[in-house]
């Protein structure tokens, strides 16, 4: 009777009444008492939520089928105060979702290519979308700040228990750098943000830039702590418009892809900004197959695992392949 009637209760004296209850009139009679004083725990299982990948962009068109039962939360967070609610803070269904009459105008139809993308190469993918992008009454896209990018790192790192957050991609930069070997902006607090992550067993996804710079990549990229995302052709090759640092750049994923927008119309999305989404839905699927694994053993397992890629001056990088790092995690046949 003590297991039956112990884990009801949240104190001695309830206790002892259900044992009591349970000894003098039966278990079921009890439980029903239980019931009745609303003391027993919800019957409802728990749940085992997937791993969920946070998309930070422009926006998003959240009425395309396509992310039906893969969007399971939206997030607005911007420097202005044009998130639906008047605010610069909202969260909730719609709250990422750009108006129709702006979203194939101005850029901002890229976040939806970039989730589409993403779900593209994991088809099964569960994603959180968070806006950063505002627009004022004539459609024009607002400019965004470092600390709006920091603000919605701090939201996924304050939720990533309760939506199972286990990565996060941002195909935005810029490539206004210093010169010289230490050229990344120092941004302490920005770095701070991206460790406290990775120390969570989240990885931050940024793309190395499209100005064709063999030596320098965007910022937030070139940030040691980010996981800095290249381009490659169909032939495996580094492309031309790839920027690259052999040091600081992680990965290189394809770059040019068939991929729809807005109302699913028809689009070619070119550049390492696409890489970037691929590369943090194939750690997603990673993460789905190996759970229990952490960063620093997904994290080497594809940097050991694809296969030197080149680009046409012979500078190299490291491919990121699902199936090759899978396959160091399988156990070897007798």
Same mark, same amino acid.
């Given at each position: 009777?003590?297991?039956?009637?112990?884990?009801?209760?949240?104190?001695?004296? @309830?206790?002892?009444?259900?044992?009591?209850?349970?000894?003098?009139?039966?278990?079921?009679?009890?439980?029903?008492?239980?019931?009745?004083?609303?003391?027993?725990?919800?019957?409802?299982?728990?749940?085992?939520?997937?791993?969920?990948?946070?998309?930070?962009?422009?926006?998003?068109?959240?009425?395309?089928?396509?992310?039906?039962?893969?969007?399971?939360?939206?997030?607005?967070?911007?420097?202005?105060?044009?998130?639906?609610?008047?605010?610069?803070?909202?969260?909730?269904?719609?709250?990422?979702?750009?108006?129709?009459?702006?979203?194939?105008?101005?850029?901002?139809?890229? %976040?939806?290519?970039?989730?589409?993308?993403?779900?593209?190469?994991?088809?099964?993918?569960?994603?959180?979308?968070?806006?950063?992008? *505002?627009?004022?009454?004539? %459609?024009?896209?607002?400019?965004?700040?470092?600390?709006?990018?920091?603000?919605?790192?701090?939201?996924?790192?304050?939720?990533?228990?309760?939506?199972?957050?286990?990565?996060?991609?941002?195909?935005?930069?810029?490539?206004? @750098?210093?010169? *010289?070997s230490k050229y990344c902006p120092s941004t302490?607090?920005?770095?701070?943000?991206?460790?406290?992550?990775?120390?969570?067993?989240?990885?931050?996804?940024?793309?190395?830039?499209?100005?064709?710079?063999?030596?320098?990549?965007?910022?937030?990229?070139?940030?040691?702590?980010?996981?800095?995302? %290249?381009?490659?052709?169909?032939?495996?090759?580094?492309?031309?418009?790839?920027?690259?640092?052999?040091?600081?750049?992680?990965?290189?994923?394809?770059g040019d892809i068939a991929t729809v927008g807005?109302?699913?119309?028809?689009?070619?999305?070119?550049?390492?900004?696409?890489?970037?989404?691929?590369?943090?839905?194939?750690?997603?699927?990673?993460?789905?197959?190996?759970?229990?694994?952490?960063?620093?053993?997904?994290?080497?397992?594809?940097?050991?695992?694809?296969?030197?890629?080149?680009?046409?001056?012979?500078?190299? %990088?490291r491919k990121m392949e699902l199936d090759k790092?899978?396959?160091?995690?399988?156990?070897?046949?007798?």
């Open positions: 009777m003590q297991f039956f009637c112990s884990p009801l209760y949240p104190s001695p004296l @309830l206790a002892r009444i259900g044992l009591q209850l349970s000894a003098k009139t039966g278990r079921g009679l009890a439980l029903l008492v239980c019931l009745l004083v609303g003391l027993l725990p919800s019957a409802t299982a728990e749940v085992a939520v997937a791993p969920r990948l946070v998309i930070i962009d422009t926006g998003i068109d959240s009425s395309m089928p396509l992310f039906t039962n893969h969007l399971v939360h939206e997030v607005c967070i911007m420097d202005w105060y044009t998130c639906p609610n008047g605010t610069n803070f909202q969260e909730g269904p719609g709250t990422a979702t750009v108006p129709s009459s702006i979203i194939n105008f101005n850029g901002f139809d890229h %976040g939806t290519q970039m989730a589409a993308i993403a779900m593209n190469e994991n088809p099964s993918l569960e994603f959180i979308f968070i806006r950063i992008h *505002g627009n004022n009454r004539n %459609g024009a896209r607002l400019n965004v700040s470092e600390n709006t990018v920091m603000n919605a790192l701090d939201w996924a790192k304050l939720n990533a228990k309760k939506y199972n957050i286990k990565a996060i991609s941002m195909s935005q930069g810029h490539h206004i @750098l210093k010169n *010289g302490p607090t920005f770095e701070k943000k991206i460790l406290d992550l990775k120390y969570l067993d989240i990885p931050v996804f940024f793309p190395t830039g499209n100005a064709g710079d063999k030596n320098r990549i965007d910022f937030p990229a070139c940030i040691v702590s980010a996981v800095a995302v %290249g381009a490659l052709n169909e032939k495996d090759q580094i492309t031309s418009y790839s920027n690259m640092d052999r040091t600081l750049t992680d990965f290189y994923v394809l807005p109302a699913g119309a028809y689009r070619f999305a070119s550049g390492t900004s696409v890489s970037t989404q691929i590369a943090a839905a194939k750690w997603i699927a990673m993460v789905s197959a190996y759970p229990t694994k952490t960063y620093g053993e997904i994290y080497l397992a594809f940097r050991t695992s694809g296969a030197i890629v080149f680009d046409k001056s012979y500078k190299y %990088g790092a899978i396959a160091l995690f399988e156990p070897l046949s007798p």
